[in-house]
């Protein structure tokens, strides 16, 4: 089960969702408008995937236009903790479109445009460790409680 990190935590989300405002179509290739970047983090407790699903939105779309896996750890650390084939592990670590999601026909485009953010700020990569780190210490202490 996944949530979105806004739901446990709506003033940080409020200040850190990455919003993306495309003014160029015939550049980019995607309707005009401006989009979030939802981060959904894993919430069972038992589970220590260090990843991310990013589910790109915008309020003219009713479903969102991609959902991208994103892991920020080595493959070796995916192979050790989960097992599996190459290409399931190479999902996990991403960033790649998850294959259980449905994807629209800017998904590809979505993911490019995730990859180049990466690369070029790793305070946003940071951000999405550091989400996962505040949902895993909020269910921690939700399941302490009880």
Aim: some cysteine; glycine content about 4%.
């Amino acid at each position: 089960m996944h949530t979105a990190f806004g739901n446990l935590f709506p003033e940080i989300a409020d200040k850190e969702t990455r919003v993306i405002t495309i003014i160029d179509q015939e550049f980019t290739g995607l309707p005009l408008g401006t989009y979030a970047l939802i981060d959904l983090y894993c919430t069972d407790l038992d589970c220590d995937c260090r990843n991310v699903y990013i589910n790109v939105v915008n309020q003219a779309f009713d479903k969102p236009l991609a959902t991208i896996t994103y892991g920020w750890e080595s493959l070796h650390f995916y192979k050790e903790w989960m097992g599996g084939d190459d290409e399931m592990l190479v999902e996990l670590k991403g960033p790649a479109l998850a294959t259980f999601a449905s994807q629209s026909q800017f998904a590809p485009k979505w993911l490019e445009i995730l990859k180049d953010i990466l690369n070029t700020d790793p305070a946003y990569a940071k951000r999405l460790q550091r989400h996962y780190e505040l949902v895993k210490a909020s269910i921690e202490e939700k399941q302490a409680r009880k």
